[in-house]
C-alpha cells in the first residue's frame, strides 16, 4: 500500500467555520507534512510532523492547527479561515528525512467563502 | 538561497511526439532530485528520484538524467500520450535540510492529437 489517503477530497466553508482536513497512511512512514497549493503554482509547505513531534512550522498563521495523533494520521484544524486561504492542501509522508522519497495525497480542494 | 528553475514554463506537442523539460537547480549540499507528475487538481505522483551517483533513470516512457556537476536535470518524454498532459515538477532536497524540499514552478504539458 503507497497510498496516502486525504479526506474529504472537497470543501467548503464559512470564515466561521471550524473543519479538519484529514491524511492517514499505512506505509510506516515516520515524517508527514502538510502543503498549500494555489493555482499554477508549486506546492508550499506549512508544516512537518517527525516521529509525531512538529519539527517545522513555515511561520504559518494560527487559524491553521496540525495535529498528529499517531504515526499514521494527520489532520489539519481550520478556524476563522480568509477567502485567501482557498487552495489545494496535499498531505505527504516520507519514510524519515529528506533523503527520502515522499508520497502525495490527492488533496484537499477546499474554498472558503 | 536554495532554488529550482524550470524550464519552459509550458510546451505544446503533437501526440506521439517527443520533448525534453529542464530543471537547474542552486540547492546544497545536494541531496537528491525528484521530478514529479501533477494533473490538475490532484496530487503529485512520483516518477523519478535520483541521487548524487545515478546519471540516469527511467520509468516507463520518462526518463530523467542528472549532471550534478552542472547541476541540471532533465526529464525526457517519448511517444507522448495525452494522458502526459500535466504540470511536471522538479523537487530538490539537501542533506541536513530537515525534511524541507525545494521545489520548482513546474512545466505545464498540453499533449494534442
Known amino acids: 500500500d503507497t497510498e496516502v489517503t486525504q479526506t474529504p477530497k472537497h470543501l467548503v466553508m464559512g470564515m466561521t467555520n471550524k473543519k479538519s482536513l484529514k491524511c492517514e497512511q499505512h506505509?510506516?512512514?515516520?515524517?508527514m507534512y502538510w502543503y498549500k497549493q494555489k493555482a499554477k503554482k508549486p506546492p508550499e509547505l506549512m508544516f512537518v510532523?517527525?516521529?509525531?513531534?512538529?519539527?517545522i512550522n513555515e511561520s504559518v498563521p494560527s487559524r491553521f492547527s496540525p495535529e498528529c495523533p499517531n504515526s499514521s494520521l494527520l489532520n489539519l484544524h481550520l478556524h476563522a479561515l480568509q477567502p485567501e486561504d482557498s487552495a489545494l492542501y496535499l498531505c505527504?509522508?516520507?519514510?524519515?528525512?529528506?533523503?527520502?522519497?515522499?508520497?502525495f495525497g490527492q488533496g484537499t480542494r477546499l474554498t472558503v467563502v | 538561497k536554495n532554488q529550482v528553475e524550470q524550464s519552459p514554463q509550458s510546451l505544446i506537442i503533437l501526440e506521439g511526439k517527443n520533448c525534453t523539460l529542464q530543471?537547474?537547480?542552486?540547492?546544497?549540499?545536494?541531496?537528491?532530485l525528484r521530478w514529479y507528475k501533477q494533473d490538475t487538481g490532484r496530487g503529485p505522483v512520483s516518477l523519478t528520484i535520483?541521487?548524487?551517483?545515478?546519471n540516469t533513470k527511467s520509468n516507463g516512457r520518462y526518463t530523467a538524467t542528472l549532471d550534478a556537476d552542472t547541476k541540471q536535470s532533465s526529464l525526457h518524454i517519448t511517444a507522448s500520450q495525452l494522458s502526459d498532459s500535466a504540470s511536471y515538477i522538479c523537487?530538490?532536497?539537501?542533506?541536513?535540510?530537515?525534511?524541507?524540499?525545494?521545489f520548482g514552478g513546474g512545466t505545464r504539458v498540453l499533449v494534442k492529437p
Open positions: 505527504a509522508s516520507s519514510q524519515g528525512q529528506g533523503g527520502t522519497e515522499a508520497f
Open positions: 523537487v530538490v532536497s539537501a542533506w541536513a535540510a530537515g525534511n524541507k524540499l525545494t
Open positions: 535520483m541521487t548524487f551517483s545515478e
Open positions: 530543471c537547474n537547480y542552486t540547492v546544497s549540499p545536494f541531496s537528491n
Open positions: 510532523y517527525s516521529y509525531e513531534k512538529l519539527s
Open positions: 506505509m510506516g512512514h515516520r515524517a
